[in-house]
């Protein structure tokens, strides 16, 4: 994969039009002061900061309890995160491998599937807790030929995206916007994306149902939206060791499980799958 082939199909936004104020949904052109670019709520007049191309777009005191601990511990440890996934968790679950377990759900989010827009404009694909942006490149070998699409990732975590800035300078792919903010509250215009997906982090939000009905707000209709997290395999046995590492990398949810309950009212072509011993694969649509 080559840098040049990055930039021809995974592209940067020519602006920030589809961005809207977390607090109210009011839009937010942008507006330079004194050399600061920044983003002003048209609505409700809040500003929003923006550091290294990066929309801040949440307030400290909005995240709390689980959401506000797992921010410090990616804070604190964003460069084991990459490593320790793919050491360390075949190992856990005695079988399988990272690779396996990220071609699965992609498969589930059909990229390939996506075709041009007739009028040339690009696609749109968000990732909500972009991480490390360790799927960026995946999503990128998946694009069919001739599509370029606008690609947007959303985290929480200082740290995180710190190490995702790097990891796609080094991979080319810098045209990726970040934006830092709450998946409770994803800060663009309802149907702006024309794929939507999340992985490994909505088993220690606050509210899961909150979380997806945003994903499903800011999709288009019938795309797909996808949602990866820890669920250890409920149709399989588990010897002590497996249940031992898997209560340990789960120790923030008393009750890990696909939050299926949780899907928005009136989703369709819901289906949840088991791509790894520790993790479920659930994919639904909104018409």
């Excluded at 120790?251 to 819901?270: I, K, L, Q, R």
Aim: proline letters at 7%; a neutral charge; aromatic letters at 10%.
């Amino acid at each position: 994969m080559s840098s040049h082939r990055a930039a021809n199909q995974v592209i940067a936004p020519s602006n920030w039009a589809l961005m809207r104020c977390p607090s109210c949904n009011g839009e937010l052109p942008e507006t330079v002061h004194m050399g600061r670019t920044d983003l002003r709520c048209t609505n409700c007049g809040d500003p929003w900061q923006v550091r290294d191309n990066t929309p801040i777009m949440y307030r400290d005191k909005w995240v709390q309890g689980n959401d506000r601990l797992m921010r410090h511990i990616y804070n604190a440890l964003p460069s084991w995160h990459d490593p320790a996934v793919t050491y360390l968790l075949p190992v856990w679950q005695l079988e399988g491998s990272e690779s396996q377990m990220r071609q699965a759900y992609l498969q589930r989010c059909e990229f390939s599937a996506l075709q041009p827009n007739p009028d040339g404009t690009p696609l749109r694909i968000l990732e909500v807790c972009i991480g490390t942006g360790v799927n960026v490149g995946l999503v990128h070998q998946h694009l069919p030929a001739g599509v370029r699409a606008e690609y947007w990732g959303i985290d929480l975590s200082d740290g995180m995206m710190a190490v995702c800035r790097k990891k796609l300078r080094k991979q080319g792919f810098d045209s990726v916007q970040l934006v830092q903010g709450d998946a409770h509250a994803l800060p663009f215009a309802e149907a702006s994306f024309d794929r939507v997906f999340h992985v490994g982090a909505i088993g220690n939000f606050g509210s899961p149902a909150k979380a997806m009905a945003e994903m499903a707000r800011v999709a288009k209709p019938n795309t797909p939206i996808v949602v990866v997290d820890e669920q250890l395999d409920p149709s399989r046995s588990h010897n002590l060791w497996v249940k031992a590492w898997f209560k340990a990398l789960t120790f923030y949810d008393s009750d890990p499980h696909c939050p299926v309950e949780a899907v928005p009212v009136g989703a369709t072509d819901v289906l949840v799958e088991q791509p790894g011993r520790f993790y479920y694969c659930l994919r639904f649509r909104m018409a």
